[in-house]
């Protein structure tokens, strides 16, 4: 799955290899499940559909990857530090029209990769709403940030109180700032097989050592998925009507955290023994070396134009 | 608990990353020594597993799910320097494959998540399970704690770096640039909602996680925790062992002390007391008669082996004087180590009997 997601991709027609019932899919939400909606429901089957929404985004990445457009031409190391660096732009822009402009560059540089729109319109515009616009409503209110009252909502010992101009105006630019962050960072991580992500950060100074553990973390964790997958689904099975989140439930889960420990633990001395059996001292050589491209030379300096034009139109609208 | 991008200032973002990037070289250094070339495989195992672990959904009392971090079970597992390393690999995947956490916030996410968290939770997990025995129901105690300390003490974390952002980066009007909310906001928002329900969260992962591995996995438990008697019994029989007194080592400490506090004879003035001479006692003290008793025993026995710490017949007089120091010590060992002996006997034999008499009391 991991390694050929070239061969079953066609131009054109995409996303192929991926069932439809797993693209009906909600947002990226915070993982630690701190902020957002809190769902009841069988810590069982979320667990199984954890896993399904994983694999899904790892495949939807992949066929989106192997896709014909702008982005999947660009060396990965220039897409990757024009990431930074745009990233570095938008944090440091005060503008509501500087970062408006970025997201429109966003939106069309997604048109030219061949991303479907509305998946990354929705990506960005559902997980803002429900994170970021909650968190920030308040924050237009004059308890939290003073100044300029727009809108009177009570009075406080003869003060009106209500949402003020700044308070409005932090919250536009953050949510437009967070908005334009999550965009360009899909448009860094859907136009760009993992692998070569992974050299890109080797050639940005990352130590190998992390690209090795990152790389083989990445090819067992499908391999361990499963194993959960087929533990939850086993339990599931034999449990009639809903799980009670009961102290046995959580015993399960102490015994299933620590059978995938166990066998990450054997795994790991398997794949050893079989590293060094192949010659493997503790140092990894890489055979593919990437080349620069006219088509990257481009993309660089019209990445650098546009962040520089981002940044001084920005100190122009004013500070 | 993830910060995404656009919620800090680009500044704080690279001062999170000037803390976590020399953090995650000690780990990689100190990982690298301990475990050699095995390192990267069992490095990405373990980041793999706690990458799933945060997917896990932990049944939580209230009939909802929760998610930890899975950071103070790694540490308590394999130590918090491998456990840095493992989850930062989960957070980088997080940020770059799946748009959890910013990308510019990795370095703050790093910090808190990956470094905070496990040697908080590590450190009192140290603490609150002592010397307690490897299956002892206070290790879980211990890990539940320690889980929920850990994450709460890293989302106080996030509160002030989130808190801190409006007083320090905010426009000529007044509206803050980045996050809107002050410390006392932000650190209360966060606080609630990690002491209520994911702190629980992290806390129950350690927690029964220790508790199936003491009752399936003792050997992966023992990794991190070398030397540490299994159960209630070897742990008795370790403190026994540790209590036994051992004459060798009683008779070689008391040299040992006797040897170091040697200066202090130098350093002192004048002779020891009640060891004059009748002779000194007459000059010194003017005594003019010299009691009878000490005039007859004071002479009574003459034939020491090194008369005056010197050879009999009065040669070499600075070698005799080592020989003759070196003696004595080896004669006050010697006698240390015998009563030492005699007391082990004695207590062994007492505690034979007690045992006896236990056992019997068993069969009847």
């Known amino acids: 799955m991991i390694g050929s997601p070239a061969s079953v991709a066609s131009p054109g027609s995409h996303p192929p290899s991926v069932p439809q019932w797993l693209l009906q899919q909600d947002v990226a939400l915070c993982p630690c499940g701190c902020i957002g909606k809190r769902k009841k429901g069988s810590y069982l089957a979320k667990t199984i559909q954890g896993g399904a929404k994983l694999l899904q985004q790892v495949m939807f990445g992949e066929d989106v990857a192997a896709a014909r457009g702008v982005l999947q031409r660009i060396d990965p190391r220039v897409k990757l530090m024009s990431l930074i660096g745009l990233l570095v732009v938008a944090g440091l822009s005060h503008s509501m029209i500087t970062l408006a402009v970025m997201y429109a560059a966003t939106l069309g540089l997604a048109a030219a990769s061949a991303l479907p729109i509305a998946f990354f319109i929705k990506r960005v515009w559902l997980f ?73 950060l080797r050639s940005l100074g990352v130590p190998r050592i992390f690209i090795l553990i990152i790389g083989m973390a990445y090819r067992y964790l499908f391999l361990l998925l499963t194993s959960v997958t087929d533990m939850y689904q086993a339990r599931q099975a034999r449990t009639p009507g809903t799980p009670r989140h ?74 | 608990m993830h910060i995404p991008d656009g919620y800090l200032s680009p500044q704080t973002c690279a001062a999170g990353f000037v803390v976590a990037v020399p953090v995650l070289a000690a780990a990689a250094a100190r990982v690298n020594k301990r475990v ?18 945060m997917m ?15 950071a103070a079970l790694i540490a308590i597992l394999l130590g918090p320097w491998a456990a840095v390393i493992a989850v930062s690999v989960a957070l980088g995947f997080q940020a770059l494959l799946f748009g959890d956490g910013g990308v510019l916030a990795y370095g703050v996410n790093v910090v808190n998540m990956a470094i905070v968290l496990p040697f908080v939770a590590y450190g ?17 105690v211990a890990g539940f704690l320690a889980g929920y300390a850990g994450l709460t003490v890293a989302a106080l974390c996030v509160g002030i770096e989130l808190g801190i952002q409006p007083s320090l980066f905010h426009d000529a009007n007044g509206a803050p640039l980045y996050s809107p909310y002050n410390l006392s906001q932000s650190i209360t928002a966060m606080l609630f909602a990690h002491l209520t329900v994911a702190g629980v969260a992290e806390g129950i992962i350690a927690a029964v996680v220790v508790a199936y591995l003491q009752r399936a996995n003792l050997p992966l ?32 400490a008391a040299m040992a002390v006797m040897v170091v506090l040697t200066p202090l004879g130098l350093l002192a003035q004048g002779t020891a007391f009640g060891e004059d001479s009748p002779d000194a006692l007459k000059d010194k003290l ?28 009065g040669e070499h007089p600075v070698l005799s004087y080592l020989v003759s120091a070196v003696v004595g010590i080896l004669i006050v060992g010697l006698v240390v180590f015998l009563i030492a002996k005699l007391v082990t006997v004695a207590t062994h034999r007492g505690s034979s009997t007690a045992d006896a008499r236990k056992s019997e009391q068993v069969r009847s």
């Open chain 1, 128 to 200: 803002v709403p429900i994170f970021t616009g909650i968190v920030v409503l308040p924050a237009t209110l004059s308890v939290v940030t003073p100044g300029d009252i727009v809108v009177t909502l009570w009075h406080w010992h003869g003060t009106p109180e209500g949402i003020t101009q700044q308070g409005l105006l932090a919250a536009g630019r953050l949510v437009a700032r967070v908005a334009v962050s999550i965009s360009l960072v899909v448009l860094l991580t859907l136009t760009t097989p993992w692998i070569r992500l992974l050299a890109a």
């Open chain 2, 124 to 140: 009192l997990y140290r603490l609150i399970s002592g010397s307690a025995h490897l299956t002892s129901p206070r290790r879980v």
């Open chain 2, 221 to 252: 438990l023992q990794v991190n925790h070398p030397g540490i008697p299994v159960d209630a019994d070897a742990a008795a029989a370790e403190g026994a062992r540790r209590r036994r007194l051992r004459p060798g080592v009683v008779a070689g």
């Open chain 2, 36 to 53: 050699k070339t095995r390192h990267v495989p069992t490095l990405a195992m373990l980041s793999a597993v706690c990458f799933l672990i």
């Open chain 2, 56 to 70: 896990f959904n932990v049944p939580i009392p209230d009939g909802t799910t929760a998610h930890g971090v899975g």
């Open chain 1, 246 to 319: 009961d102290r046995r439930a959580r015993a399960f889960l102490g015994a299933s955290v620590g059978t995938l420990l166990g066998k990450a633990n054997q795994l790991s001395e398997e794949v050893h023994q079989a590293m060094t059996a192949r010659g493997y001292r503790g140092d990894a050589k890489s055979l593919e070396q990437p080349r620069f491209h006219p088509a990257d030379a481009y993309y660089l300096g019209s990445v650098v134009i546009f962040a520089a034009v981002m940044m001084i139109g920005d100190h122009l609208l004013g500070r």
């Open chain 2, 286 to 313: 003017g005594l003019s008669t010299i009691p009878a008793g000490l005039n007859k025993y004071a002479e009574f026995w003459r034939k020491t082996l090194f008369p005056d710490y010197g050879f009999a017949s």
